[in-house]
């Protein structure tokens, strides 16, 4: 039998919707020392991972892709060099500073063996019988802004 809290119910002729709140499911007053009797939950089954299809030949497939993720990265960040030298060109910066043409032939140096990894026997970044993608640098561009030793 459910222990019940001393406060007593709303009288009679106060009972509707507005008293409504202060009843428990035990139907004493509010607070219920009841309703704050834990209720045992039990513990969520862990969910089974999905069958993968293996892959047969682990390390050439493993090198091609990362080679395909590296060399999608050096062209990520030969965009964001050559980004960041426009944007200091507009501001009179990029010609002069050492740092920032040594990091733009460092990002065509990186284009360059992003090309050269995408042209490497067992690369299965795309479907059979594609040829290495073209290069995205500007013609006239080969050896990095005007001014420099590349």
Do not use: I, K
């Amino acid at each position: 039998m459910p222990r019940h809290h001393s406060v007593p119910l709303a009288p009679r002729h106060r009972r509707d919707w507005r008293t409504a709140w202060r009843r428990c499911g035990c139907g004493c007053a509010w607070p219920c020392p009841d309703r704050y009797l834990s209720v045992p939950v039990e513990p969520a089954v862990a969910p089974v991972p999905p069958a993968y299809p293996q892959v047969r030949n682990v390390p050439v497939a493993s090198a091609a892709w990362a080679v395909s993720g590296v060399a999608d990265e050096l062209r990520e960040a030969y965009v964001a060099v050559g980004a960041a030298v426009v944007l200091l060109e507009r501001v009179r910066v990029g010609a002069t500073n050492p740092a920032l043409r040594a990091a733009q032939r460092g990002a065509d140096h990186a284009l360059d063996l992003a090309d050269e990894a995408e042209r490497l026997p067992g690369n299965s970044s795309g479907p059979p019988g594609r040829t290495a993608r073209p290069s995205r640098r500007r013609p006239g561009n080969e050896h990095g802004p005007p001014g420099s030793s590349n």
